[in-house]
Antibody, heavy 113, light 109 residues
Framework: EVQLVQSGGGLVQAGGSLRLSCAAS????????MNWVRQAPGKGLEWVATIKGDGSEKHHVDSVKGRFTISRDNAKNSLYLQMNSLRADDTAVYFCARGFTFWGQGTLVTVSS | QAVVTQEPSLTVSPGGTVTLTCGSS?????????PYWFQQKPGQAPRTLIY???NKESWTPARFSGSLLGGKAALTLSGAQPEDEAEYYCLLSYSGFRVFGGGTKLTVL
């Protein structure tokens, strides 16, 4: 059974940093592109970042470039999102996803100004 | 980056048929945009219904289908059920970058 278990969300002040984690199981992690997607309260979905199975290719949405970094550790079957210089408009539920087929449970990041 | 457009809201009668569309600010949507369709209900993670234009996940009810229609990606629901009331999002790919549409709130009434 494919499982994606997220951790690392919480409350942080504007300008601060947070690292989200997504622990994968039930599939060959290194074979799949992984994504981060976020959803601000009461708003739609926004794709944040994607990373290839071997980590050799990454893309980030313009609004987080230079502040957020997607990474993975295939030995630990884990996906990460390092978020720096956080802003109030980064407040959202963040989801990890295998491709876009299987999704984590989501974790809330709240940035206080 | 591109803007992906969806109808903000649609209403369908139980048992009726409705088509949701997904357009791109860069021009016509093609299979090279690898269109996805997701269903999301309040408090839940999105659930994939359609990938790569018209492919269904194993859990996708048969009443949902995907296509390209008039330069847009389309999701057709034939025989709407009360449980289909939800928010629906499309997703398009642009050479490694992805963009979600703003979502369509579908009411079954």
């Amino acid at each position: 059974e494919v499982q994606l278990v997220q951790s690392g969300g919480g409350l942080v002040q504007a300008g601060g940093s947070l690292r989200l984690s997504c622990a994968a199981s039930g599939f060959t992690f290194s074979s799949y592109w992984m994504n981060w997607v976020r959803q601000a309260p009461g708003k739609g979905l926004e794709w944040v970042a994607t990373i290839k199975g071997d980590g050799s290719e990454k893309h980030h949405v313009d609004s987080v470039k230079g502040r957020f970094t997607i990474s993975r550790d295939n030995a630990k079957n884990s996906l990460y999102l390092q978020m720096n210089s956080l802003r109030a408009d980064d407040t959202a539920v963040y989801f990890c996803a295998r491709g876009f087929t299987f999704w984590g449970q989501g974790t809330l990041v709240t940035v206080s100004s | 980056q591109a803007v992906v457009t969806q109808e903000p809201s649609l209403t369908v009668s139980p048992g009726g048929t409705v088509t949701l569309t997904c357009g791109s600010s860069t021009g016509g949507v093609t299979s090279d945009h690898f269109p996805y369709w997701f269903q999301q209900k309040p408090g839940q993670a999105p659930r994939t219904l359609i990938y790569d234009t018209n492919n269904k996940e194993s859990w996708t009810p048969a009443r949902f289908s995907g296509s390209l229609l008039g330069g847009k990606a389309a999701l057709t629901l034939s025989g709407a059920q009360p449980e289909d009331e939800a928010e629906y999002y499309c997703l398009l790919s642009y050479s490694g970058f992805r963009v979600f549409g703003g979502g369509t709130k579908l009411t079954v009434l």
